[in-house]
């Protein structure tokens, strides 16, 4: 009877893991679906704080209105969908 519980209880604690690990890679967006950026800043992600991304896009606008004519983008997202992240 020990045995049945302890894989019924295994089984248990398994299940939660496997939900998030199929069910949150059907849920996330794919990149190319996201609306296209109109800042310096993106977070469609919404990982950053108002506060966060109004001190990066001063930072960025001040690099691209400096002397070294060089731009940032900042762009976050849920997932990449497998995509590679230096494309």
């Known amino acids: 009877m020990t045995g049945f519980r302890g894989k019924s209880s295994t089984f248990l604690r398994a299940l ?8 949150v890679p059907a849920l996330a967006e794919k ?3 996201l609306p296209k950026p109109t800042d310096y ?4 992600a919404h ?3 108002a506060e966060t991304v109004a001190k990066l896009d001063r930072v960025c606008t001040q690099l691209d209105h400096s002397a070294a004519n060089a731009q940032i983008v900042v762009v976050t997202v849920n997932s990449l969908d497998g995509a590679d992240s230096a494309d």
Not at 16 to 23: Q, T
């Open 16 to 23: 939660p893991i496997a939900l998030v690990m199929f069910a």
């Open 31 to 33: 990149a190319a679906d």
């Open 41 to 44: 800043v993106s977070d469609f």
């Open 47 to 49: 990982v950053l704080s």
